[in-house]
């Protein structure tokens, strides 16, 4: 079975309160501070790393970071939260410079989807495809099991309620909902990212060897904070997509209205609100669920993964059962310590528990927001975190680790060594997913077609004439 290469891209939100008297700064200005040390080293706001990722301001003035190539599960959580890291420490140094020119302000990064106004914000995962595999067809196929997904690896969100006369579908009350992605998506499957916001984005740019490759776009899943959540979201969708791909025989399941079902799904949290399909039936969030579990099972009773993380996979699927499980019986604390929204919901209903406050209180709205602080000490989930209320995947030696070290299986590690060795010469030099290139025009290009090669001696010879 070959191997498989994932990336996660997310998105920050950003804003900064000021002390007493002092002003906040609004978003282009923190960010400004926020990428100073690294447009002073690199003198560009998007630059890739010695780890092999991608730094860079987004529109709207959000930070993003996207990981390096990964062919691991475990490697990729390591290496989602070494962005995390890298993005909080920039924080940490615009706060310093604030500091510097009189300017009280503390700088706050949010690993979430929406801000206070409405805006959304995403969290996009790249599964490297062959390709022979026509992404528009095997999106359509998967979109009940993406509709669905929030069930086990939704961020969680409060949603306002809504009055009536506001030009929305319907009036409401507010609700917890699985998801903060769902209220933002406008189309099923497209090759639009901002314009429509689809749940698969089919733009054919597979930053590879384009007569090999292809890449699906996810743009549909929430950012996530636990490690479990976040190895789930993308173990399950990588183990559908290879049922898919290898014909593993599956219910037909298309859905009529997917933005329509993927905002029902996510305001039910018992998972049982009845979804159209095309064929005329209705099958509730569970039961999809239930039928794409069934599937991989299927796919690897017939040995469809046998790679050094069998036991990860193992224990994913034992995970998703037991979510799916869990939003069945309406009892979430089994899974509170492995899944965001249902850690995020425990804390909400504690402190209802305590005071009596409804979901339109500020002080749970400031749980919400602050559950996905990035800030060690400071977000509610890192605190939980070091309290030992959420599970981990990684060690903080691997994240630390990933910090500064490309993933050594895939050409990312080539990109890594590269970048080190370029800037230990003294020599400018340029890069991006696939090129390696010095910037004067003395040496050759490199082209880095295979995401899957991690040695290459026209890498070694460019790297050794840096110095010369």
């Known amino acids: 079975m070959q191997r498989r290469i994932v990336g996660i891209e997310t998105e920050f939100g950003i804003t900064s309160v000021g002390g007493e008297g002092g002003r906040s700064l609004g978003a282009d200005e923190i ?17 890739f790393l010695d780890n092999g990722s991608r730094l860079y301001l987004d529109v709207g003035s959000h930070p993003e970071y996207a990981t390096a190539e990964c062919d691991g599960l475990r490697q990729l959580v390591a290496h989602d939260r070494a962005g995390e890291r890298i993005v909080d420490e920039l924080g940490q140094q615009a706060e310093q410079s604030l500091a510097e020119q009189a300017i009280d302000a503390k700088v706050y990064l949010f690993k979430n989807n929406t801000d206070s106004v409405g805006n959304s914000y995403g969290c996009h995962e790249n599964y490297l495809l062959d390709r022979s595999t026509q992404v528009r ?5 998967l979109l009940p099991f993406l509709v669905s997904r929030q069930l086990i690896c939704g961020a969680g969100k409060i949603l306002p309620g809504t009055p009536a006369g506001v030009g929305l579908d319907e009036t409401r009350d ?152 869990a939003v069945e019986s309406g009892d979430h604390s089994s899974i509170a310590a492995d899944i965001d929204w249902a850690a995020k919901l425990q804390l909400i209903r504690q402190i209802q528990d305590k005071t009596g406050a409804d ?3 500020p002080r749970l709205a400031q749980i919400d927001l602050t559950y996905h602080d990035i800030r060690p000490g400071r977000g509610l989930h890192s605190v939980l975190e070091r309290r030992g209320l959420v599970s981990r995947v ?68 460019l790297i050794a004439a840096l110095g010369r």
């Open 31 to 47: 960010a400004r501070y926020l990428f100073r040390p690294v447009v002073e080293r690199w003198r560009s706001s998007n630059v």
């Open 137 to 141: 067809s095997i999106g359509t196929t």
């Open 174 to 325: 507010p609700t917890f909902c699985f998801s903060q992605r769902a209220e933002h998506m406008w189309d099923g499957v497209s090759s639009a990212t901002t314009r429509s916001r689809p749940l698969i984005n089919t733009r054919d740019e597979p930053h590879a060897d384009s007569t090999r490759f292809r890449r699906m776009h996810v743009i549909v899943g929430d950012s996530n904070m636990i490690e479990t959540t976040t190895l789930l979201k993308v173990a399950t969708t990588r183990l559908v997509l290879e049922a898919i791909e290898a014909g593993v025989e599956l219910r037909p399941m298309a859905v009529s209205h997917p933005v329509r079902a993927i905002r029902e799904i996510s305001r039910d949290l018992t998972g049982t609100r009845p979804v159209t399909m095309t064929d005329g039936t209705t099958m509730n969030a569970l039961e999809i669920q239930r039928e794409f579990l069934a599937s991989v099972h299927r796919y690897l009773d017939a040995g469809g993964w046998e790679r050094q993380d069998r036991d990860v996979v193992t224990d994913c699927v034992a995970l998703w059962e037991r979510v799916l499980d």
């Open 359 to 361: 979901l339109n209180h």
């Open 394 to 461: 990684v060690t903080d030696a691997e994240v630390e680790h990933a910090r500064t070290v490309a993933p050594e299986t895939t050409r990312a590690a080539l990109r890594g060594r590269f970048i080190r060795a370029a800037r230990e010469a003294g020599r400018d030099h340029t890069v991006d997913w696939v090129h390696l290139k010095v910037t004067d025009g003395t040496l050759p290009t490199v082209a880095l077609t295979d995401p899957f090669t991690n040695e290459d001696p026209r890498v070694d010879d």
